[in-house]
């Protein structure tokens, strides 16, 4: 192991977030068409869970379809829509061996519903799982996200259950999708935007961003270690000033 790998293993991030950019332009990159970008990313994904597993990091969240990705062309949202189904199929028994717990965050009613079924059982079949906490967020907005938590809040409130005077910070927390995972401390995005995209509004609040301008498919583990190593370099304050924490 490097300098740089017991440095950062020192304070590894609880929770990652990626946001996995630029599959489409890896492949027109390399004259593929850019259904081969996402076929090439799913073996990004299997790397970086195994690395992320290994590492003993407890939540890995990835943005794998977002509510605005339905505008697509046809054939690229089919493509996309197969994928689930290819992963599972693949790389259910790797997961198990590693001790991985699915999750799946979205709107999954809007999804085709064998597309649920895949996922409910993939769920279902780790749940007893203890290790990394895989959330895949697959038909997920931001803003969708922060609606449907009001409109679960508003219907507690109409049911009598819940006074508006009473809804904190914490009671909207547990009306997220992640409400079982806790906020990522490291957001990292890949393929050179410097932007959300509507991913985890409400979560990334004092997350750690890292933008790189490597695409997706070429994200392995010297990408991610230095990701990981920029986060354990860092300070976070949560709007404090050092001392107030402590350090
Ligand atoms: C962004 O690249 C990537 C996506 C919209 C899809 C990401 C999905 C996967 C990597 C696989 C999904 C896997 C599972 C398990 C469901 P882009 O197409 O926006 O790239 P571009 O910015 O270069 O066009």
Same mark, same amino acid.
């Given at each position: 192991?490097?300098? %740089?790998?017991? *440095?950062?293993?020192?304070?590894?991030?609880?929770?990652?977030? !990626? !946001?996995?950019?630029?599959?489409?332009?890896?492949? &027109?990159?390399?004259?593929?068409?850019? #259904?081969?970008?996402?076929k090439k990313g799913m073996d990004s994904i299997r790397e970086i869970v195994t690395i992320s =597993?290994?590492?003993?990091i407890k939540g890995l969240t990835l943005?794998?379809? =977002? #509510?605005?990705?339905? %505008?697509?062309?046809r054939e690229e949202v089919d493509f996309l829509m197969s994928?689930? %189904?290819?992963?599972?199929?693949?790389?259910?028994?790797q997961l198990m061996r590693n001790n991985v717990k699915l999750y799946? =965050?979205?709107?999954?009613?809007?999804?085709?519903?064998?597309? &649920?079924? !895949? *996922?409910?059982?993939?769920?279902?079949a780790t749940e007893n799982n203890k290790g990394?906490?895989?959330? !895949?967020?697959?038909?997920?907005?931001? %803003?969708?996200?922060? #609606?449907?938590?009001?409109?679960?809040?508003? &219907?507690?409130?109409r049911e009598e259950k819940l006074e508006p005077g009473d809804i904190t910070e914490d009671i909207v927390a547990a009306h997220m999708y992640t409400a079982n995972l806790g906020d990522p401390d490291l957001l990292i995005r890949t393929g050179g935007e410097a932007r959300l995209s509507n991913f985890l509004l409400w979560q990334a609040a004092y997350a750690e961003l890292y933008f790189t301008p490597v695409l997706w498919p070429d994200f392995g583990k010297e990408e991610y270690d230095r990701a990981l190593f920029a986060y354990s370099s860092r300070e976070r304050r949560f709007g404090q000033l050092s001392r107030e924490l402590g350090d």
């Open positions: 192991m490097g300098e %740089r790998d017991a *440095l950062h293993l020192k304070n590894l991030p609880r929770h990652v977030a !990626i !946001i996995m950019d630029g599959n489409g332009r890896w492949a &027109q990159g390399k004259g593929l068409p850019r #259904t081969m970008g996402h =597993s290994n590492y003993g943005y794998a379809f =977002s #509510t605005e990705n339905w %505008r697509r062309p994928l689930p %189904r290819i992963y599972l199929k693949k790389e259910l028994p799946f =965050s979205g709107r999954l009613h809007g999804l085709p519903p064998e597309i &649920q079924d !895949i *996922l409910r059982e993939a769920a279902s990394l906490f895989l959330n !895949i967020a697959i038909n997920y907005g931001g %803003r969708a996200e922060i #609606t449907d938590a009001a409109a679960k809040i508003a &219907q507690l409130v």
